[in-house]
């Protein structure tokens, strides 16, 4: 089992920045991947972001150049770096993590409104 502790959601302005963060416990030793998926209320679910074993990353068009995802190996721990954030990026963020099966976090809420 793979268990999730996830942070860094909120309430920001239009044009603001928040970080998120996912930290990984248990059996973590056959994770190829990690990142975040959102979810908003009428939409799709969309792959946010991933990075790889390998330090390989991919992002969403809709989220290039404004976020990045990076890693702490040491601490089994992801971020992810938002800047720049617009209302249409609001919507519940969950972390998962890839190996012979797939885990979610709870999600986090990050709510971007003047």
């Known amino acids: 089992q793979v268990q999730f502790v996830e942070s860094g959601g909120g309430l920001v302005q239009p044009g603001g920045s928040l970080r998120l963060s996912c930290a990984a416990s248990?059996?973590?030793?056959?994770?190829?991947?990690m990142g975040w998926y959102r979810q908003a209320p009428g939409k799709q679910r969309e792959l946010v972001a991933t990075?790889?074993?390998?330090?390989?990353?991919t992002y969403a068009n809709s989220v290039k150049d404004r976020f990045t995802i990076s890693r702490d190996s040491a601490k089994n721990t992801v971020y992810l770096q938002m800047n720049n954030l617009k209302p249409e990026d609001t919507a519940v963020y969950y972390c998962y993590a890839a190996s012979g099966y797939n885990y979610w976090g709870q999600g986090t809420q990050v709510t971007v409104s003047s």
């Open positions: 248990g059996d973590i030793f056959t994770i190829y991947a």
């Open positions: 990075i790889r074993s390998g330090g390989s990353t």
